[in-house]
T-cell receptor
């Protein structure tokens, strides 16, 4: 099955860029996702990337995928205090067709 | 608002109680999911229903019993739970579980505390 790992915590200053990293084990993962969870809320889908892509940009969000190293990153440009949340990386286990989530990275944005 | 609602948002129950969690989706989706989010573990998939048929049971103890009466509603019936079952229970829905491009949308969750 899939294993997904993330660093637990990241602190940045408002206006800086944030980069949240994720590694996964299943090289056959077809889709990789980033979700955001704010306190007391469910998971909000931010973006996803197909395994045949290297990069995807969506407004302030840039996703980079390095298939060789099985490394995924989410860059948030001009980070705002409203971006403070937990960010989850998830991979689609193509065998079970189920999402496997990382433990989440808590992003703290300081004013 | 993701179009997926869950009730109640918070639930405290004793180990001998029976309670149910409810999930409703207004997205016209055909697949619904239950996930468990514990403090010390990654999100764990519990059950999947696709077109009202249970397609996945991720080795969940029988004290958790899902029910999917139609594509818009999903329940999780709870009985004789243990304190370690305390967690955030998240419901999600998607168009069709069998499609690889399928994207899941999550509800806000029910925070369950078992005393």
């Amino acid at each position: 099955g899939e294993d997904v790992e993330q660093s637990l915590f990241l602190s940045v200053r408002e206006g800086d860029s944030s980069v949240i990293n994720c590694t996964y084990t299943d090289s056959s993962s077809t889709y990789l996702y980033w979700y955001k969870q704010e306190p007391g809320a469910g998971l909000q889908l931010l973006t996803y990337i197909f395994s045949n892509m290297d990069m995807k940009q969506d407004q302030r969000l840039t996703v980079l995928l390095n298939k060789k190293d099985k490394h995924l990153s989410l860059r948030i440009a001009d980070t705002q205090t409203g971006d403070s949340a937990i960010y989850f990386c998830a991979g689609m286990d193509t065998g079970r067709r189920a999402l496997t989530f990382g433990s989440g990275t808590r992003l703290q944005v300081q004013p | 608002e993701t179009g997926v609602t869950q009730t109640p948002r918070h639930l405290v129950m004793g180990m001998t109680n029976k309670k149910s969690l409810k999930c409703e989706q207004h997205l016209g989706h055909n697949a619904m999911y239950w996930y468990k989010q514990s403090a010390k573990k990654p999100l764990e998939l519990m059950f999947v229903y696709n077109f009202k048929e249970q397609t996945e049971n991720n080795s969940v103890p029988s004290r958790f019993s899902p029910e999917c009466p139609n594509s818009s509603h999903l329940f999780l019936h709870l009985h004789t739970l243990q304190p370690e079952d305390s967690a955030l229970y998240l419901c999600a829905s998607s168009q069709d579980w069998t499609v690889f491009t399928d994207t899941q949308y999550f509800g806000p969750g029910t925070r369950l505390t078992v005393l």
